[in-house]
C-alpha cells in the first residue's frame, strides 16, 4: 500500500487551501482515510477522517472550517481547509487504516502566515 499526497504550502490567514492523498495497492472494503498533523514538539494529532461507511471525526479546532471528502474510485481523500488560522500551521500527513494496520503518507508543509 501506498499514499501519494498533494497540496499544502503557504496561505495568508483566512484563506483555503486542498489537501488530496492517493491511496494504491490493495484496499480492503472497509477501511478509513484521514489526515494528522504535527508541529515541533507535540504528538501527530486527529484532523480529520472519514471511514469507508462515510463516517466522519473531526479535531474541535476545525470544525466548522474543515471538510474531508472521498472520491471511492481512486480510492482518495480530500481535506479543504478554509478559514485557515496561524495555528493550523503544522506538517500534515494523510493515513489509511487498512486490514487493522495505519499506513501513512509523507507529510506536507502547511503553513499559515501573513
Known amino acids: 500500500v501506498q499514499l501519494q499526497a498533494s497540496g499544502g504550502g503557504l496561505v495568508q490567514p483566512g484563506g483555503y487551501l486542498r489537501l488530496s492523498c492517493a491511496a494504491s495497492g490493495s484496499i480492503h472494503d472497509k477501511h478509513s482515510m484521514g489526515w494528522y498533523r504535527q508541529t515541533p514538539g507535540k504528538q501527530r494529532e486527529l484532523v480529520a477522517s472519514?471511514?469507508?461507511?462515510?463516517?466522519?471525526d473531526f479535531a474541535n479546532s476545525v470544525k466548522g472550517r474543515f471538510t474531508i471528502s472521498t472520491d471511492d474510485a481512486k480510492n482518495t481523500v480530500h481535506l479543504q481547509m478554509n478559514s485557515l488560522k496561524p495555528e493550523d500551521t503544522a506538517v500534515y500527513y494523510c493515513?489509511?487504516?487498512?486490514?487493522?494496520?495505519?499506513?501513512w503518507g509523507k507529510g506536507t508543509q502547511v503553513t499559515v502566515s501573513s
Open positions: 493515513n489509511l487504516w487498512n486490514y487493522g494496520m495505519d499506513y
Open positions: 472519514i471511514t469507508s461507511g462515510g463516517s466522519r
